[in-house]
């Protein structure tokens, strides 16, 4: 309680590499496992 989250940088992919998992994440999506976050 009151600690200040890690700073980080996001995880850098190759751009084939980013390809395949943005193609991955779109598969999830429309057969429901995963939706877009709706957090304000």
Not at 6 to 28: F, N
Request: charged residues 30%.
């Amino acid at each position: 309680p009151g600690a200040a989250p890690v700073a980080r940088a996001s995880y850098r992919l190759a751009p084939s590499e980013m390809k395949e998992l943005a193609e991955q994440l779109k598969e999830l999506s429309d057969k429901g496992f995963i939706r877009p976050s709706s957090l304000p």
